[in-house]
């Protein structure tokens, strides 16, 4: 079952490369329509009757989005709060330079949980290089289910940690859309701690990272390859998307122990019609894989621990984890507003998990939702996004700049 659900990974991802076609668009958007594009900036500016800039022929340079709020953490439980700074910008020619992205989100919940994340993807003029950052400082107390999935969801265990990410990977433009090159990832679990006088190791029953009071320390060089053809990350629109990510750790960068893991994410987005409104059919499909025995126990697979932490919708974060993960997900995106304004979305999801004794996909867990879509910055193309998702005994509301996927 397992090797069956690799295989249709892996050929997914030349059905996304064949299926793509050359994106010659240089403006956010590809649809054609004579209706003016109107954003919450907009609607701001005539509220308070601020009159707007006097419109030049040169494009500007940076597209800030700045939402601070706060909502229910359906996801971990609690107030949050938390300010989401987004920066688009081009490094060269806007006609043949994708458009780089700066998000910094500073979050902090009631319960003890804060963090300073910050992400870029950066883009060089025509796209000759592609520089990819993620880094992250958290306290983070957060519930686990264990390996598997078949728990319940009161089977769950509260752990403490504070935790370091460094991520960043350089990448070399080999054809038109296609990149390889080489990152460094760093990930440093602090202080884990257990609550109560059960600890992390024997409710879990995995020995490698669970230790109470103790560091678990990663450290490994990764080998990329991407195939891009989006235009705007932030707001993707038709196009396709690939990345392998093969990482390596090893005692001789720093790891406490060796272990290797490989990460496949593969997207496509199909607009449906050519004009008018958006009207966009969205897929989303990834594999994650420990390669070896030793992997930390919180840098395994987990739901909603993919790179970008948007898996799940309509799940709590790390409700399922194994030695091996695979996610499925679909989404419709429809305007509302022909100004591109007001907009929703439908999507469903599913994944699995492998299981502890047999290493095979058993237990499948679906998801589903819809969502309203507000348009924040018309320039870098940055929705705000309400999002609420429901599956068995959970559901949960979501408030985020930028699409899920």
């Not at 997914?12 to 956010?28: C, K, N, S, Y």
Request: net charge positive.
């Amino acid at each position: 079952m397992g090797k069956g659900l690799f295989v249709i990974v892996l050929c997914f991802i030349p059905a996304m490369l064949l299926a793509q076609e050359p994106v010659t668009d240089t403006i956010i958007s590809t649809k054609k329509d004579t209706v003016p594009q109107r954003d919450v900036i907009d609607i701001v500016r005539s509220f308070f009757k601020i009159k707007p800039r006097q419109q030049t022929t040169e494009r500007k340079k940076i597209y800030f989005s700045v939402f601070p709020t706060s909502t229910t953490d359906g996801r971990s439980g609690g107030k949050a709060l938390f300010t989401s700074t987004t920066a688009g910008f081009y490094l060269g020619d806007a006609a043949t330079t994708n458009l780089s992205s700066f998000t910094f989100t500073p979050y902090f919940n009631l319960k003890g949980r804060y963090g300073l994340p910050i992400r870029s993807n950066i883009w060089l003029n025509n796209n000759e290089w592609n520089i990819q950052g993620d880094t992250r400082l958290m306290v983070y107390p957060q519930y686990t289910w264990g390996l598997g999935g078949n728990q319940g969801p009161q089977d769950k265990f509260l752990v403490n940690y504070n935790y370091l990410r460094f991520y960043q990977s350089v990448l070399k433009q080999i054809k038109p859309y296609f990149y390889a090159g080489l990152g460094y990832n760093l990930d440093y679990y602090m202080d884990i701690e257990s609550n109560g006088d059960q600890n992390l190791r024997k409710f879990t029953g995995y020995k490698y990272g669970t230790a109470a009071d103790q560091d678990a320390f990663s450290s490994g060089i990764t080998l990329n390859l991407l195939y891009d053809s989006r235009r705007n990350s932030i707001n993707p629109l038709p196009g396709a998307y690939a990345n392998i990510v093969y990482r390596v750790n090893a005692k001789a960068f720093g790891s406490h122990t060796d272990w290797r893991s490989l990460y496949i994410d593969t997207r496509k987005y199909v607009q449906l019609t050519n004009s008018g409104p958006k009207n966009v059919l969205a897929f989303w499909a990834f594999f994650w894989t420990t390669l070896t025995p030793r992997t930390p126990y919180l840098n395994l697979p987990s739901l909603g621990w993919e790179p970008y932490q948007r898996s799940g919708r309509g799940f709590p974060q790390s409700r399922y984890r194994g030695d091996r993960l695979v996610y499925f997900e679909t989404e419709y995106r429809r305007d509302i507003t022909r100004n591109g304004l007001l907009g929703f979305v439908l999507f469903a999801n599913v994944n699995s998990v492998t299981e502890p004794e047999n290493h095979a996909f058993v237990y499948w867990h679906p998801a589903g939702g819809t969502g309203l879509r507000f348009k924040f910055n018309k320039k870098a193309g940055t929705n705000i996004s309400l999002d609420y998702g429901v599956s068995k005994n959970f559901s949960s509301i979501s408030l985020n700049l930028g699409e899920a996927f």
